[in-house]
């Protein structure tokens, strides 16, 4: 069936998968989806990932679940979490999610405040005619709470590819807050991530993120990798490039899985000259597949 698969990774892979990678370098895990919190031993995932002295430990939600998962969360090892949400009004956000309740999202967003991650951040994908008018609303409400929001630009991978004509540039998003953030020229660099900060007016303790990738790629510098569901390591999401590491996770061999990252990193393309998701190759990409 197309997006799915038909032999998921049972939990000891998973641990092997990480074992692996551990041992071949990599400090910094994030769990996204699909949708993490739906996994039943999400809990103890995180248990075992905090017990393997990463630097960073992350994990991307839509916060349905995060009510109550936020301090077992927390409790179990997870430092960061960003949550996605795309709109703060109720009946916009039952369209978008085909019938979903804002309530519970609300909720879990104030269950992580209290459970006291090291940051909190809210992911919007902003789409022309769609959510473009709350740019302010969803920036304010996010400093209000002490979250770090970033505006994403729509992306041109897979089902994206057919919405260049609702892409919202960062640069238009930029003017549009322009009442609210610095001038452009305070652009910071990037932190952990792929997003460019732009400090509050008046506020150093405040800023929101810009993720462009559509109309300013960000591939040169680019250190990720994305294990796939179905246990490919993916060098990037715009190609179909991988290496599979399901057969050694599922032996327990993570001196295989660590073999099989070298191998995915070689593939990585040169970030200098290549264009991510403007590239042609990533209409064909299938984001249920890998991930988002």
Not at 193 to 215: E, L, N, Q, S, W
Not at 250 to 276: F, M
């Amino acid at each position: 069936r197309d997006g799915y698969f038909e032999r998921p990774l049972d939990l000891d892979a998973w641990k092997t998968i990480v074992r692996g990678l551990v041992q071949a370098g990599v400090r910094r895990v994030r769990l996204t989806g699909g949708e993490p919190l739906l996994y039943g031993r999400v809990v103890e995932v995180i248990r075992f990932l905090g017990e393997l002295g990463l630097g960073d430990l992350a994990l991307t939600t839509n916060a349905t679940r995060l009510a109550k998962l936020a301090k077992p969360l927390r409790e179990a090892g997870l430092m960061r979490v960003n949550i996605s949400l795309d709109t703060l009004d109720a009946e916009r956000f039952a369209r978008i999610t085909r019938g979903g309740d804002l309530a519970p999202v609300l909720a879990g967003v104030d269950a992580a405040l209290e459970a006291g991650f090291d940051e909190i951040k809210l992911n919007a994908v902003v789409v022309r005619g769609e959510n473009d008018d709350e740019l302010a609303r969803i920036v304010e409400w996010s400093w209000d709470r002490g979250i770090v929001p970033r505006l994403l630009e729509v992306m041109q991978i897979g089902e994206g590819a057919k919405l260049a004509h609702r892409v919202v540039s960062a640069t238009e998003m930029r003017e549009r807050l322009g009442d609210l953030i610095e001038d452009e020229a305070a652009v910071g660099e990037r932190d952990r991530g792929p997003a460019k900060y732009v400090r509050a007016r008046g506020r150093a303790d405040r800023k929101v993120g810009f993720i462009t990738g559509t109309t300013d790629t960000y591939c040169d510098g680019c250190d990720r990798l994305r294990v796939a569901s179905d246990g490919t390591l993916r060098p990037c999401l715009a190609t179909e490039d991988g290496v599979g590491a399901a057969a050694s996770a599922r032996a327990g061999d993570a001196d295989g899985v660590s073999e099989a990252l070298r191998e995915a990193w070689a593939q990585k393309p040169d970030g200098k000259a290549w264009k991510g998701c403007t590239e042609p190759s990533a209409a064909r990409i299938s984001m249920r597949q890998i991930g988002g």
